[in-house]
C-alpha cells in the first residue's frame, strides 16, 4: 500500500519531502495540478506545455492522466 501511495500512478511520485507532498512528476518538482491547469489553459497543447516545463509530452500525459482521474471536475 504505501509503495503505490509513493507512486500512484505512471510517472506520479508522492514526498512529503517534494513539494510539501503534492503529486509531482518523477524526477522534477513540478506538481500535476500546475501541469494540467498550463494543458488547460493552453488549449490542451501538450508540445507547448512539455516546452514551457522542461517536460516530455509523456510526462504531460501522465500529469494530465491523473489529475483527471483524481480531480475530474477541475
Known sequence: LLAKWLNPWPGV??????AMGEPVLSGTGVTTFVVRNAYNANRKNAD??????GL??????FAVGFEKEIRPAA
Request: charged content about 5%; proline content about 6%; aromatic content about 6%.
Open 13 to 18: 511520485v508522492i514526498n512529503p519531502s517534494v
Open 48 to 53: 507547448l506545455v512539455a516546452s514551457l516545463y
Open 56 to 61: 516530455s509530452v509523456q510526462q504531460v500525459e
